[in-house]
């Protein structure tokens, strides 16, 4: 069955409140924070995160041209955003650029 | 249970920088360990560099038969886009995952090229991770939460701090101020590394233990006038003869660190200590997309000649901007990334700019031979050594992914692949760079003391943590048992079991593949983490 929207803030939330906690981070994450400037990402995290992301949900999104996009207009990225994003690539047919390549 | 094989990986060591160190009585403990054991030069593969160059020690195979080339690959061979490495990319079975099939437990720690991390029995927390996403890159799921119950763990000394490791690469004056404690944070580092693969194996041991300390990599770039100042101008100044006493008191640190593994291990258990590749020292910069621009194979865009394209010392954050640094209707070949010297050429598939099939071959071999006539403006000596083509360094399935030429240059050094006024230039100091032959020892109740062995390859690695753990060897390993490092008899009595090509082929069960990454922030910094300064 299809996650609705709100299920997968509520993952991101769960997740990045648990990162958060790790570093001592004081303030709670919500929809609204924005990953670089409010909870210190460096793009590398990014990258992880988005790489946890799709395992967890075991599909193959287009985080590159999300991260692209960031890069390439300075902008920063909300984790609202994030959820969006996740949300309208979940089901949606894998691209054969970011497929899984598996061993063997 | 208890540890049957301890795999120590020391990146970049080189037994031109520990020679010294043990006769200096700095790492007793390696002296001993070499004594009662056996050493031997360790042969790279092509590009002596830390992703591929681990995959080929993990997995026993080449690139070509691995699928990792450099910390970057193109995202097909018809893109211009590069994305960094990941576990995903390492295309078959590896020592883990082997052991694994086996029913063998593995902890690994600190290996590149482990993240996503394998769904196998044991513990993995890789390698080239950032601090704050730890949490997420161990396995299994809920390991993190159990280092964290270590007294002293500190998540931010074990794992990457990509701001530590930019103030040291970006803005070093090469002070001990600067310096010095980027030094320190190393040793912390591994000490940390060290506390948890202790703890680890204290509470619940691994048949197959393995841990990779990489601060010898980086120190050696960084640091390698103050270890080495043979290779420059004597130290003279105060700071300079500091940060050489720090840069030993790390490798002392480490020396202690490696006692206390091989005694977590036992006498009963097999120790194998391998690095990457070697090292040496550099002093020329080949700027070879100048070269390339220069000599008609390559055109810059107008961007690139009207934008700041060398940014002080971060010039290497510049490889994803290759894309907009080159006019890509008159390019035909360019270097894309500063750390594999590889040469990548366009090839026009009857629609697009390039080269046309039918004329790869030609202007290949016309590159190459211009390519050799690069010369020392002083001495007139050849800058480029070496020249291997796709298929000579990548035979295999993966071929297609790997560079269309790889450069060796006359002192082992990188490229440089920004715009420059000049094409060859002098480092303001000698700098320390890869080299082909790194280093290799082992210990244990059946390997031959205080043997120096004739070189071995990177390739033997695996099959010799396979053999001492019982595990058959497929036959596909490019790689093999180096009998001489055993004690007479023992091979006849203990035989290489071998396994048939493909009966493993368990490979590794992770994450979705990350996709392209073509945000150049993020090469920035893992570049920065390597400390490659052009």
Redesign the interface.
């Known amino acids: 069955m299809r996650l609705k929207r709100g299920e997968i803030l509520d993952y991101l939330l769960h997740k990045l409140g648990e990162l958060t906690e790790d570093w001592d981070y004081a303030e709670p994450v919500r929809s609204e924070s924005l990953l670089f400037h409010e909870l210190g990402f460096e793009s590398l995290d990014a990258v992880v995160l988005c790489t946890a992301i799709q395992e967890h949900f075991q599909t193959p999104m287009p985080f590159a041209e999300l991260l692209a996009d960031i890069g390439q207009n300075q902008r920063d990225l909300s984790v609202g955003e994030l959820a969006d994003f996740v949300n309208t690539h979940l089901g949606a047919p894998a691209d054969a650029a970011v497929a899984t390549r598996r061993p063997q | 249970m208890s540890i049957k094989t301890l795999l120590i990986g020391l990146d970049g060591a080189t037994f031109s920088v520990l020679d010294p160190l043990m006769e200096q009585g700095v790492m007793p403990f390696l002296q001993s360990f070499f004594a009662e054991g056996a050493r031997a030069g360790l042969r790279t593969i092509v590009p002596p560099l830390t992703p591929p160059a681990w995959t080929s020690l993990m997995t026993g195979r080449k690139p070509g038969q691995h699928g990792v080339f450099d910390f970057f690959s193109m995202?097909?061979p018809t893109s211009r886009h590069i994305?960094?490495f990941?576990s995903?990319?390492?295309?078959?079975?590896t020592i883990w995952?082997l052991a694994n099939a086996h029913g063998l437990r593995t902890t690994t720690l600190n290996y590149p090229a482990m993240?996503?991390p394998p769904h196998i029995a044991g513990y993995v927390v890789p390698g080239w991770?950032?601090w704050?996403?730890?949490?997420?890159?161990c396995w299994p799921a809920d390991l993190?939460d159990k280092l964290?119950t270590i007294p002293g763990f500190n998540?931010r000394e074990m794992a990457?701090d990509?701001?530590l490791e930019e103030k040291a690469t970006e803005g070093i004056s090469d002070h001990a101020s600067d310096l010095g404690p980027w030094i320190d944070l190393h040793a912390r580092r591994e000490q940390n590394i060290t506390h948890v693969l202790k703890y680890l194996s204290a509470e619940d041991p691994s048949d197959l233990t393995a841990v990779l300390f990489d601060g010898v990599d980086k120190l050696q770039h960084l640091c390698w006038r103050y270890l080495r100042p043979e290779d420059d101008k004597p130290l003279t100044e105060d700071w300079e003869l500091q940060l050489r006493e720090m840069s030993i008191k790390y490798f002392r640190c480490l020396d202690s660190l490696l006692q206390q593994l091989c005694a977590m291990a036992g006498p009963e258990a097999t120790v194998v200590m391998a690095s990457d590749h070697g090292f040496g020292p550099t002093y020329d910069v080949l700027h070879i997309n100048t070269w390339l621009e220069r000599n008609g194979y390559l055109t810059w865009s107008e961007a690139a000649q009207s934008r700041d394209t060398q940014g002080a010392l971060l010039g290497v954050g510049q490889v994803a901007k290759h894309t907009w640094l080159m006019d890509w209707e008159k390019t035909k070949a360019f270097a894309t990334t500063p750390t594999s010297n590889g040469i990548y050429i366009v090839v026009s598939d009857g629609t697009t700019p390039g080269v046309p099939k039918s004329e790869y071959e030609g202007f290949r071999r016309k590159l190459m031979d211009d390519l050799r006539q690069i010369r020392d403006l002083q001495t007139g000596e050849r800058m480029v050594t070496e020249i291997y083509t796709r298929e000579e360094a990548f035979a295999g399935p993966h071929c297609a992914s790997g560079p269309d030429l790889t450069l060796i240059l006359r002192d082992g050094g990188l490229v440089s692949i920004l715009p420059s006024p000049e094409t060859v230039s002098k480092r303001p100091m000698v700098s320390g760079s890869h080299r082909p032959v790194g280093i290799f020892g082992a210990r244990g109740p059946n390997i031959r003391k205080g043997l120096i062995s004739s070189e071995l390859s990177i390739l033997d690695v695996a099959p010799t943590v396979l053999y001492s753990l019982g595990v058959p060897i497929p036959e596909e390993l490019q790689g093999k048992v180096p009998e001489e490092i055993y004690v007479e008899g023992h091979l006849k009595n203990n035989p290489v079991r071998k396994a048939a090509a493909?009966s493993a082929?368990h490979?590794?069960e992770?994450?979705?593949?990350?996709?392209?990454?073509?945000?150049?922030?993020?090469v920035l910094?893992?570049l920065r983490e390597l400390g490659y300064i052009e």
């Open positions: 995202d097909s994305r960094f990941n995903n990319d390492v295309q078959c079975d995952t993240f996503p991770v950032p704050k996403q730890l949490r997420l890159a993190f964290k998540q990457m990509i701001k493909g082929s490979g590794q992770t994450a979705p593949a990350p996709s392209e990454l073509e945000d150049e922030e993020v910094e893992r």
